[in-house]
């Protein structure tokens, strides 16, 4: 019997989960554990929440980054913060200089569509804020996970396979060589299950 770890044949129904002590829910199950080892580390919930995204971006590449933004709403001793990590356009990338490179419209892939991140310094704002943990004690997680590697999740594998194609037509010019070195494994995007590790990014 040949199985699709997409598609299932029968039908599944999850269960209401309840705990005693927190929980962590994420896409996948490497960041909740990243979560619940920071909590069992003495953090709290605000540095599980950080652990947790940093591990998104190391197990679910093709949808969080480090080159991303962060939006969240913070609840702590009675009082509600609003906290926007979104990112800014380079001081430099103007219209005049657009249309000096002959563009009418911004481009969708390539370098200039690309804004100052946030999401590391909205990190940083949320654990020295509210956390108990130290920054380093929050990521380590997430490093552990890119350095000692982990099996790739069927999903994940799929949207990879996509994002690696689209990278493919337009990966001509040199600016797209480190999506490449980055992000695949003896040249191609990782299949459902394949172990995976990014050591550059786990130095990062």
């Not at 001793?77 to 200089?97: A, E, I, R, V």
């Not at 249309?99 to 969708?108: A, D, F, I, V, W």
């Not at 997680?141 to 990879?160: F, K, M, T």
Request: with cysteine; charged share 20%; net charge neutral.
């Amino acid at each position: 019997m040949r199985l699709d770890s997409l598609r299932l044949n029968n039908n599944s129904q999850r269960n209401l989960v309840s705990s005693r002590n927190g929980m962590v829910a994420t896409t996948n199950p490497y960041a909740s554990q990243a979560g619940i080892q920071v909590m069992k580390s003495g953090g709290n919930a605000f540095d599980a929440a950080v652990a947790a995204a940093a591990a998104l971006v190391v197990v679910e590449p093709t949808g969080c980054g480090l080159g991303s933004d962060a939006f969240a709403i913070l609840y702590s001793k009675g009082q509600l913060f609003g906290l926007n990590g979104s990112g800014c356009s380079p001081k430099d990338l103007t219209l005049d200089h657009l249309h000096k490179l002959g563009l009418e419209e911004m481009p969708r892939y390539g370098p200039l569509p690309v804004m100052v991140p946030g999401v590391v310094a909205s990190w940083k704002a949320i654990v020295e804020g509210f956390g108990r943990l130290s920054l380093r004690e929050v990521l380590q997680p997430a490093v552990e996970l890119a350095e000692e590697a982990h099996p790739v999740q069927p999903v994940i594998a799929g949207s990879w396979e996509k994002a690696f194609q689209i990278q493919k037509k337009i990966g001509s010019e040199e600016c797209f060589r480190h999506w490449f070195n980055c992000f695949t494994l003896d040249g191609r995007a990782p299949g459902p299950g394949e172990l995976w590790k990014n050591k550059d990014l786990a130095k990062t």
